[in-house]
């Protein structure tokens, strides 16, 4: 047997899909979005709360129909005690049993907001990954619909805070109450037959009503010849749909408006009036909120979280134009969403308590910024790179990298073993705004050069002779060495973004 016959193999180095690898750019993104978003939510006064990374699975519940092992839509393990645990897929389900938990020590409604990485075990696409970062506040503990209100208006704000101006993203709003107050009225009580209408209703932005029409009867056969089946309402029921959906594509309508050509359509039920009762209160405190009919819109095609909500139902949608890595176009849609959930902490308690919450998802956030172009802001600066030239002269170098850092300016001194060349483009893939240089003549001279690698660049990238480029030495600048930091300090307040 050979030498190399006996190594044993070598890994291959990869990700698993769905799981990325985020450096400066897409870190600083993520970490600027968060911090802006949660000023926004304190500032509305919500208070802080961190959960762990896993719950017990029968706590989270909504991925698990497997009870022997829970591993559909969430990443599980089996405890050494035999209980299965499971990394959290949202930040609202760990919120339900902290409430549950701790519900009589809490202030009431307990206000709270949370951020940080959570996990699907589902097929990952385009700005959607297996995991991500979310950011959500929610009130446990107030069922006025002025609460769903205060925290559809929190996140506009929160929209704004993002970068994202008046025209750039929309929240659409619904009830959930509206069909169920539909399917009532039409003698449609069987949930699988619910819930495949619904599932066909949340595809109207995608296949308009002719699509939907289908599914909400025999079934439909799409362009791939895969065929799905319907839920096959009565006529009467899928009418009554189809008239309130009009309503939806209608963006010059008013949310008052939208609510009375819902209400026109009748066969609502009383479960349905009195949705719309709820989003006409919704409606009021948004106006007395001075929120624009423009960044909040009434939608009845909104039906997220089949499951899960209970109420009113928010979607926050990205108008931006996006495109992928390729240049080709892409469709980001939802950036964040949330509604009523008053059920969700009565799995605990078996006594509902109402809820109401919406979730920024972060990372999705980021992506679809980038996506849009809007990631230059992003850009990481490096630190302020120290040339090294001599062992000799190490202390020189240790005490101008400490002088910058004492005056609050990020620096570093190169620890590699290159030469001068290889330091300046070490530098400029840093991102570093400026070099220092300490040879042996500006050590006898008592001066220092600085090299204002954003200048250097800006006018390498319009000069096509080296030697001219040599000669002009763009960007550098000789000073006396007591005027370091302040001639450093110069070069990184005029925070230009690296090319």
Request: glycine share 10%; hydrophobic share 45%.
């Amino acid at each position: 047997m050979t030498a190399d016959a006996a190594a044993p193999a070598r890994p291959e180095a990869r990700n698993p899909r769905g799981f990325a690898d985020r450096r400066g750019r897409d870190l600083t993104a993520e970490r600027r979005l968060v911090a802006r978003v949660s000023e926004v939510y304190e500032r509305w006064g919500f208070e802080p709360l961190e959960t762990g990374a896993f719950e017990y699975a029968d706590a989270l519940g909504k991925f698990l129909p497997d009870a022997d092992r829970p591993n559909e839509g969430v990443f599980a393990l089996q405890d050494d005690d035999d209980q299965w645990m499971a990394l959290r897929y949202d930040l609202t389900a760990p919120l339900a049993r902290f409430a549950a938990q701790s519900w009589e020590t809490l202030p009431k409604p307990f206000r709270r907001y949370a951020f940080g990485p959570v996990w699907r075990n589902e097929k990952p696409g385009p700005g959607r990954f297996r995991e991500f970062v979310q950011c959500d506040a929610d009130t446990v503990g107030s069922d006025r619909p002025e609460a769903d209100a205060e925290i559809i208006a929190m996140a506009c704000e929160g929209l704004r805070a993002a970068g994202l101006d008046a025209g750039q993203a929309v929240v659409r709003v619904s009830n959930r109450k509206l069909f169920d107050g539909l399917f009532e009225a039409g003698g449609v009580t069987e949930p699988g037959q619910r819930l495949t209408a619904l599932r066909a209703i949340d595809k109207f932005d995608r296949l308009g009503w002719e699509g939907v029409s289908a599914l909400l009867g025999e079934g439909r056969l799409d362009e791939s010849g895969d065929y799905t089946k319907g839920a096959n309402l009565p006529i009467g029921v899928a009418a009554t749909i189809e008239a309130f959906l009009a309503s939806a594509g209608d963006a010059a309508l008013s949310r008052a408006a939208t609510l009375e050509s819902v209400a026109r359509a009748g066969g609502l039920g009383a479960t349905g009036e009195a949705a719309l009762e709820e989003l006409a209160a919704i409606d009021a405190a948004l106006r007395a909120m001075k929120v624009d009919e423009a960044a909040v819109r009434f939608d009845p095609t909104i039906v997220r979280g089949l499951e899960y909500y209970t109420g009113a139902v928010f979607e926050a949608e990205l108008l931006l134009d996006t495109v992928d890595d390729k240049g080709r176009a892409v469709r980001f849609g939802s950036i964040g969403g949330g509604g009523r959930y008053d059920d969700l902490v009565a799995r605990f308690t078996g006594e509902r308590l109402p809820a109401t919450g919406f979730s920024f998802g972060v990372s999705r956030l980021a992506s679809a910024l980038r996506a849009a172009g809007r990631g230059d802001q992003d850009a990481v600066r490096g630190p302020v790179v120290v040339i090294v030239f001599s062992d000799a002269d190490m202390q020189h170098y240790l005490d101008a990298v400490s002088e910058l850092r004492n005056a609050g300016i990020a620096a570093e001194l190169y620890l590699g073993r290159a030469g001068m060349k290889a330091q300046m483009k070490y530098a400029d893939r840093r991102g570093a705004p400026a070099a220092v240089i300490l040879g042996g003549d500006e050590i006898a001279a008592g001066q220092v050069t600085v090299k204002d690698l954003d200048a250097g660049r800006a006018l390498a990238a319009g000069v096509s002779d080296n030697e001219a480029w040599k000669s002009e030495r763009p960007g550098q600048q000789i000073a006396p060495r007591a005027d370091l930091v302040a001639t450093v300090a110069r070069i990184v307040a005029q925070a230009r973004t690296p090319s």
